[in-house]
């Protein structure tokens, strides 16, 4: 009996869909879906037929078509795209389908009339990238219809298109005048609120066993859950997310319609017992990639994969669009800030923890204030910032700062007391005017709202070491380097590393932890006061006196008393830091 072959051939390939799709099923759904049904009667399986294109499939508002040529399959997009917009000249705006286009030219796998293979994905994705009204073909396409039409050709350069190996080179052609950008992307769509907004698309299935959509769509809503739960941040529903599944769409078209500012992307791959999930957070302003990662599992520990992926990717994804939200908020212009952009602009300067920095964080937060006198994460932060005025000798009033550090954080807590960064900001606070058990309280509240909430269990750390707990204190801050390990933040935690091991007697140890959070952050010179000190209990004393003349040089004003006024470990474990600075000729 012979054996069967794959049937392969090569073809031109043309996807496309309905842009802003979902918007006009909500708007309008009887009514998008009797519109889309008349263009296909009346016009667009005309244009097909005319140019000898095969129908292979329609998936509700897409259409993917077989040529026998490149030269047929783009004339066909440019005739559709500008039949299109003579048809909608007298539709309003918000109520006409526009379509989007892609065209590849490829090797295809063709099974029970269908056809598959990368030719297909190609085309999908181009389809996605363009603009509504534009068509948006490869460069092996390109190559096969360039002085063949009447069509000017924008080249868009290399692109790196979803889940395909290689990057592909665009071009790109407007029928009918179309310009960059596409009519009406900006006519219907969303405002940003005034936080951190994302949704989490449907994960791509790619593994070459059918039937694994339930793993993909197990972890979407447990990643959706889990961000739910940062007060923070503005959320889209998962039925809203899942009207995306299976169809390629452009993340700036996404971000429009649902008026996000973050897409988060993925897919799960399933090979025999072993398990891969890669995910990646995109800013749909841009389309600029901010994070990525990838997991790997088996499936006999499916559900701890699960829970330790939704934990990290939750943990991980706070920072990186905090960092983000600080670059689009440095891109807008002065006239435009608002209450929340003064306070994003902070940021950075608040969580660097030196002193000049902490001048800039508050300057920029009274604007803030200015504008809104009662925004908690403003009230909060400028509260840290007086807290760290205090501990890190920034001041020569400590216990003005102290004060005026518990004042704000009242203030906030009154207005902002379930929010877990407010929350966690707060515990700080209360942590630097010797409020332990209230710190405490706060932090494990804000992990109770946001157990992935990677500074809070930094926080947390430190208030084990100030109550002398420093093996409890090592735990926090792994987790909060596990949780988060490319945070601004964590070079404290390499500061909390050391003085538990400071606590603990290890000094050596103690040593290479504030060394390395040094090296994280040099300009935070306050840290060598505790490399002095852990140097002189390890009897290095040459090198403790190194880091004394470099802490002098900052603080020329230094003193013993200074340091315990600021310290807010237990008075046996303050006056053995103090000892170990006496030893070295620093003035009480």
Avoid at 129 to 145: M, Y
Wanted: aromatic share 8%; with cysteine.
């Amino acid at each position: 009996m012979a054996e069967d072959r794959v049937q392969r051939r090569l073809t031109a390939i043309l996807a496309a869909d309905v842009a802003g799709y979902s918007r006009l099923i909500g708007d309008d759904e009887e009514g998008t879906l009797a519109r889309l049904k008349m263009h296909r009667r009346e016009f667009l399986d005309t244009k097909i037929a005319e140019h000898s294109g095969r129908i292979v499939k329609t998936t509700g508002d897409g259409i993917l078509i077989e040529f026998a040529s490149a030269v047929d399959a783009v004339r066909c997009a440019i005739a559709i795209q500008r039949g299109m917009t003579e048809r909608n000249a007298d539709v309003s705006q918000s109520t006409r389908i526009e379509f989007r286009i892609g065209v590849h030219i490829g090797d295809i796998v063709i099974e029970d009339g269908d056809i598959f293979g990368d030719g297909v994905n190609i085309a999908a994705r181009l389809e996605g990238i363009a603009d509504p009204g534009a068509v948006c073909i490869s460069e092996d396409a390109h190559r096969q219809v360039r002085g063949k039409l009447d069509a000017n050709f924008e080249d868009r350069g290399s692109q790196k298109l979803k889940n395909i190996a290689s990057p592909v080179r665009v071009y790109v052609i407007r029928p009918g005048g179309v310009p960059a950008g596409g009519p009406g992307i900006s006519r219907q769509h969303l405002e940003l609120p005034d936080k951190p907004s994302i949704v989490v698309l449907p994960f791509d299935n790619i593994s070459a066993e059918p039937g694994q959509d339930y793993l993909a769509d197990g972890i979407v809503e447990a990643i959706t859950a889990a961000l739910s739960r940062i007060r923070s941040f503005f959320v889209i529903a998962r039925q809203s997310a899942f009207t995306y599944k299976g169809r390629a769409v452009n993340v700036r078209d996404i971000g429009k319609e649902l008026g996000v500012a973050y897409v988060l992307e993925g897919s799960v791959q399933k090979g025999g017992n072993r398990l891969r999930i890669t995910a990646q957070l995109v800013e749909t302003e841009t389309g600029s990639h901010v994070w990525s990662s990838r997991y790997d599992g088996t499936m006999d520990d499916i559900f701890d994969l699960q829970d330790r992926i939704t934990e990290q990717l939750a943990g991980a994804i706070q920072p990186s669009i905090r960092i983000a939200e600080i670059e689009r908020s440095q891109r807008k212009r002065p006239q435009d800030l608002s209450c929340y952009d003064y306070t994003m602009q902070a940021m950075p300067h608040v969580w660097a923890l030196e002193k000049e920095e902490s001048t800039k964080a508050l300057d920029l937060l009274e604007k803030a204030l200015a504008i809104d006198p009662n925004y908690p994460l403003a009230l909060s932060l400028a509260g840290w910032c007086h807290a760290q005025r205090s501990v890190y000798n920034f001041v020569e009033d400590i216990a003005g700062s102290q004060a005026k550090a518990r004042a704000l954080a009242e203030r906030a807590a009154e207005l902002g007391g379930d929010d877990p960064i407010i929350l966690a900001v707060l515990g700080a606070v209360h942590t630097f005017v010797r409020n332990l058990g209230t710190a405490r309280i706060l932090l494990e509240r804000a992990l109770a709202l946001d157990p992935n909430a990677a500074w809070a269990w930094h926080r947390l750390g430190w208030v084990e070491n100030y109550s002398e707990r420093p093996r409890e204190a090592i735990g926090h801050f792994e987790r909060a380097l596990r949780l988060s390990p490319l945070d601004p933040m964590n070079f404290n935690n390499y500061v909390g590393f050391g003085s538990s091991y400071e606590l603990l007697g290890e000094y050596d140890k103690a040593v290479e932890m504030y060394r390395r959070g040094l090296q994280e952050r040099p300009n935070a010179r306050w840290l060598y006061r505790h490399l002095a000190g852990a140097l002189s209990g390890a009897g290095r004393i040459e090198e403790a006196n190194t880091a004394v003349a470099e802490l002098l040089r900052s603080y020329p004003d230094f003193t013993i008393s200074k340091f315990t006024q600021a310290m807010v470990f237990t008075f046996g474990a303050t006056d053995r830091m103090a000892e170990n600075l006496r030893r070295l000729g620093l003035p009480e």
